[in-house]
């Protein structure tokens, strides 16, 4: 594993360009299954959860071609389970996206359950019950999943257990192509559920609803290519404008969908950031002092839990203690300890719940990559450490964040992996 090397107290200044969200690709990646034709995809992140999920795909025959730095072209016609690599499913959380494809296309599937990061349980209640809730029988044993529709899925009334963004994303990958009408409640109503709503009508799939809390699907007999652009990744947006903050910088932020940054703008206004949105752009200018605050995390439109690391971080440099709570994950809290090591004051109340009080100076220190967004968060406190900081296990931020490092080096900072 490489490491990254950083030399705090560099302000940011200059633009910087987000990518496409990871959390919309995949399953979009997962849905070429549902058709024979050919599908575009553009802006495609270069990022390592794509490389292996390509991977994986390729696995089970399905062909894939970078016509540009990021544009995909994706081809199912010869999909098949012969070959599937279970090493590469087991070990890849986005696996668990292909389930609704994979039943729809082949009916009878034996696969691996999937891992993914260490950020606490996630469990799967929710998406094995929207598959059963639409006629599949689901038996477990020795580790292996096996799912069985062997007349396709039907139409059917889908009650989630929760919001859960992966379950309403199998759900719909499975409803699309069953047999008379769906409607899904309590469905998960996050941007990438919605951009994967749009590729699929855009496949021919009947969909209504999509960015509510309801969804109305008309099942069809078959599914066509599509042409589609990923939406940029809200999750980058985020973080970047907290690295600009903390720094003291004047960051502009484009490629971006105002709509789907209105409440974290809104938190940065209430600490006291300064931010002027356009339709594709944020422009962030630090402003001191910071004012603490209260968060907490919510299914959209509530503020993401993807961003409640680096907003820990940005309670640092407040003035007063601010309190984080994140309801979902009870690991996603790990990073909490290594910005303790490097000079936070900070108490963790329970596996939810952390206190902050600043500003506090943060000092280099040697720490380690939990999971994708605490690595990007301990690397943004490393840029305001003074000395050097070094970062462990630099490959994890690859799995969310493309050229992170580069795009951060061309902004001011002082950073190198080795």
């Not at 260490?118 to 006629?135: E, F, K, T, V, Y």
């Not at 292996?144 to 719909?172: C, D």
């Not at 993401?304 to 809290?333: K, N, W």
């Amino acid at each position: 594993m490489s490491l990254f090397r950083i030399n705090g107290g560099k302000q940011l200044h200059g633009t910087v360009a987000i990518s496409g969200s990871k959390n919309a690709v995949l399953p979009i990646l997962a849905a070429t299954l549902l058709t024979d034709e050919p599908c575009i995809l553009r802006n495609v992140p270069r990022i390592k959860d794509v490389e292996r999920l390509l991977e994986l795909l390729a696995s089970l025959g399905v062909t894939h071609e970078w016509t540009s730095e990021h544009d995909l072209r994706v081809v199912a016609r010869d999909a098949h389970l012969q070959t599937l690599d279970r090493k590469t499913f087991a070990s890849l959380r986005g696996s668990l996206l292909l389930w609704g494809s994979l039943v729809t296309r082949f009916r009878d599937v034996t696969i691996p359950e999937a891992g993914g990061d260490i950020i606490g349980n996630r469990p799967i209640d929710a998406h094995l019950s929207a598959l059963q809730q639409l006629g599949a029988t689901i038996e477990r044993q020795d580790g292996l999943y096996h799912f069985s529709a062997p007349n396709g899925f039907v139409g059917a009334l889908v009650i989630l257990p929760e919001f859960s963004v992966t379950a309403t994303e199998i759900a719909l990958m499975a409803a699309v192509r069953a047999k008379g009408q769906t409607v899904i409640k309590i469905a998960a109503a996050e941007p990438h559920v919605q951009d994967l709503a749009l590729f699929l009508q855009e496949m021919g799939a009947k969909i209504a609803g999509a960015g509510t809390h309801t969804l109305t699907i008309q099942g069809v007999s078959q599914l066509h290519g599509a042409d589609h652009t990923v939406i940029p990744d809200q999750i980058e947006v985020g973080t970047f404008a907290v690295a600009a903050a903390v720094t003291g910088g004047d960051v502009l932020i484009t490629n971006i969908v105002a709509d789907h940054v209105d409440l974290v703008r809104s938190k940065l206004h209430q600490i006291g950031v300064k931010t002027e949105l356009t339709d594709h752009s944020l422009h962030v200018t630090a402003s001191f002092p910071l004012r603490s605050f209260r968060l907490q995390t919510f299914p959209y439109p509530g503020f993401p839990t993807d961003l409640q690391a680096p907003f820990g971080v940005l309670a640092t440099q407040c003035s007063g203690t601010s309190l984080i709570h994140d309801p979902m994950y009870e690991g996603r809290l790990g990073y909490v300890s290594e910005l303790i090591k490097m000079g936070a004051n900070a108490i963790i109340c329970d596996p939810h719940r952390v206190l902050v009080t600043g500003p506090t100076p943060l000092h280099g220190q040697e720490v380690k990559s939990l999971d994708i967004r605490a690595g990007a968060t301990l690397l943004i406190a490393g840029l305001i450490a003074d000395g050097e900081t070094i970062i462990h296990d630099a490959e994890v931020l690859d799995r969310g964040y493309e050229k992170f490092e580069e795009r951060l080096r061309n902004i001011g900072a002082e950073i190198t992996r080795e």
